[in-house]
């Protein structure tokens, strides 16, 4: 079995290396250094540097192989999905780009295509959840509150990731899309911050993005659903004021005779400020609460994660709790329990109680647990 694994950052990095113990996996990115990171933790994987923005060369790269990870920034992930569809490659997709994928559907149907996007933590897991208590009772009300932050608070931003940062701001500049009383409201992100305590971590603030996304749509009947982002208290008041300041403005100014945009020089320096250095101390927290009746009763469910940087694979959280499944749910493919052409959010997958205890079990065998109460 050959898996081409598009992209080789943090997450495809975690992604390959877990997926090489079994099959014959080639990485491709056009950084060396993030290819030299891939080899030096695992030599076994074969490397192509590539320049995967270029999707005529899709067609070539992708000969002969079974199977395709996406792992590419959100910017270029429409494109990329469009363009392993056409190639007629089943894939597994985590590049969480802001296009509409519904609108593939008919094009990977076409080319007898399974594709599954969104698989990774949030949107990925929550999606599962849902879709799979959505089987099993009446669901009325789905509330997800998920965050990866560093385990030591550095101002001014007490933030990291293995994302770009455009990926990130782009998460603070989107409108919030939310259910309310079974209709679609758009409020600002980083609106109606709420405090709240954790056990595991103590007090962080949340507030509302972007992130419910295609379960808008598929799980439209549920009146009430919403997605909100976990930071630092903090977090808020310093994004807003950049924001106010100008620093995510995407039309070009002139400085010293060139012409940039703020949002591209505040992504290239915030990406040594968000970097998470290689062996650094973080974890992902995320809590699922789906809410609604069964056989007549009311019922509630409480999915919570907690799971931190393991030291002794030197992997992040992030990237093990995104790409184990993403990881989980290219299995699912390859082993056929997921068979429908064309392209589904996990909650259209986990509908099937089999392939929602594959991606569970996969995830607890690495040792990403869920607490269910």
Not at 131 to 155: D, W
Not at 199 to 219: H, K, P, Q, Y
Not at 282 to 292: A, D, N, P, Y
Request: charged share 25%; aromatic share 10%.
């Amino acid at each position: 079995m050959k898996i081409a694994v598009l992209g080789a950052g943090m997450v495809g990095r975690t992604m390959a290396i877990d997926l090489c113990k079994q099959y014959d996996v080639t990485s491709f990115d056009i950084s060396k250094d993030s290819l030299a990171i891939l080899t030096a933790k695992e030599p076994g994987i074969k490397t192509v540097r590539a320049d995967l923005g270029n999707f005529n060369s899709y067609n070539e790269l992708l000969s002969g192989f079974d199977f395709v990870v996406l792992a590419v920034p959100g910017f270029m992930g429409y494109r990329a999905l469009e363009t392993v569809i056409k190639a007629k490659k089943n894939v597994a997709d985590i590049s969480f780009f802001p296009e509409d994928a519904r609108e593939l559907d008919a094009l990977a149907k076409e080319n007898n295509v399974t594709a599954i996007v969104d698989c990774g933590v949030a949107p990925g897991m929550s999606n599962y959840v849902l879709g799979y208590h959505n089987a099993q009772m009446e669901v009325t009300s789905f509330e997800c509150m998920v965050g990866g932050l560093p385990k030591q608070r550095i101002k001014p931003f007490e933030y990291k990731a293995p994302f770009s940062p455009v990926d990130v701001i782009e998460e603070y500049t989107r409108p919030a899309r939310l259910m309310e009383n079974g209709h679609i409201v758009t409020k600002p992100a980083l609106s109606e911050p709420e405090l709240i305590d954790f056990e595991e971590v103590g007090t962080l603030e949340s507030f509302n993005t972007d992130g419910l996304r295609s379960i808008l749509f598929t799980m439209s009947h549920i009146p009430d659903m919403k997605e909100k982002t976990l930071r630092y208290p903090g977090h808020i008041d310093l994004i807003k004021a950049m924001m106010k300041g100008g620093f995510f403005d995407e039309n070009k100014i002139n400085v010293n005779g060139y012409n940039i945009s703020p949002l591209d020089f505040t992504s290239a320096v915030l990406k040594n400020q968000w970097k998470l250095d290689a062996d650094e101390a973080e974890f992902t927290l995320m809590k699922i609460i789906v809410s609604g009746q069964q056989n007549g009763l009311p019922k509630s469910i409480t999915y919570t994660l907690f799971d931190e940087y393991d030291a002794t694979t030197q992997t992040s959280s992030m990237s093990r709790t995104t790409g184990y499944t993403c990881n989980a749910t290219l299995h699912l493919i390859m082993n056929k329990l997921f068979t429908e052409k064309g392209v589904f959010p996990p909650e259209l997958v986990s509908k099937d109680e089999a392939c929602f205890e594959f991606v569970m079990n996969y995830l607890k065998e690495r040792g990403v647990l869920y607490r269910v109460s």
